[in-house]
T-cell receptor
Framework: DVKVTQSSRYLVKRTGEKVFLECVQD?????MFWYRQDPGLGLRLIYF???????EKGDIPEGYSVSREKKERFSLILESASTNQTSMYLC??????????FGPGTRLTVT | DQQVKQNSPSLSVQEGRISILNCDYT??????FLWYKKYPAEGPTFLIS?????DKNEDGRFTVFLNKSAKHLSLHIVPSQPGDSAVYFC????????????FGTGTRLKVLA
């Protein structure tokens, strides 16, 4: 069974804080993704990575950065958290189409 | 501009009946379509997919139909069960060739016992 784990299920941070969300997969997948899910907007891609140290912007990269130093780990960084970044963050990994395997999500609240 | 649309935010169906979830897309270059199911407090799980060269794919109680001329796909669940109650997302692979997917906004299905 593919396992994608995320470091926290719930997180509360203050405006302006630097926030790190960690994601780890155990299936040696090349591709990893960060999404945010908001009501009425579905899942929107923030960044993805197709190899170690490689990254590409998704549809909504502003205010975020990512790091992939090891194949199994993909980190999402909020450089200076803002209230409009309050959301559910979902990490996924994939080897090839069609499936992406998702983690359980991190519900981030920025106050 | 929403390239993948799920126009029904919610749907209620009686147990044992058919559930039909719909999805429309605008980009004729999409070549792969997927359906995911999401329970509260969990990540989405892959359900079924279809390539653009097919018009139907079946897996047990789940069947996906693709109508390329109408840029429309649908997921049929027969018979519906209470455990099917979840949010369903359709997704389409971005035509760039990378493994990017564009998701719809989701439809919340409630199966009534």
């Amino acid at each position: 069974d593919v396992k994608v784990t995320q470091s926290s299920r719930y997180l509360v941070k203050r405006t302006g804080e630097k926030v790190f969300l960690e994601c780890v997969q155990d299936m040696d997948h090349e591709n990893m993704f960060w999404y945010r899910q908001d009501p009425g907007l579905g899942l929107r891609l923030i960044y993805f990575s197709y190899d170690v140290k490689m990254k590409e912007k998704g549809d909504i990269p502003e205010g975020y950065s990512v790091s992939r130093e090891k194949k199994e780990r993909f980190s999402l960084i909020l450089e200076s958290a803002s209230t409009n970044q309050t959301s559910m963050y979902l990490c996924a990994s994939s080897f090839r189409p069609p499936e992406q395997y998702f983690g359980p999500g991190t519900r981030l609240t920025v106050t | 501009d929403q390239q993948v649309k799920q126009n029904s935010p919610s749907l209620s169906v009686q147990e044992g009946r058919i559930s039909i979830l719909n999805c429309d897309y605008t980009n004729s270059m999409f070549d792969y379509f997927l359906w995911y199911k999401k329970y509260p407090a969990e990540g989405p799980t892959f359900l079924i997919s279809i390539s653009s060269i097919k018009d139907k794919n079946e897996d047990g109680r789940f069947t996906v139909f693709l109508n390329k001329s109408a840029k429309h796909l649908s997921l049929h669940i027969v018979p519906s069960q209470p455990g099917d109650s979840a949010v369903y997302f359709c997704a389409a692979s971005a035509p760039s060739g990378t493994y990017k997917y564009i998701f719809g906004t989701g439809t919340r299905l409630k199966v009534l016992a």
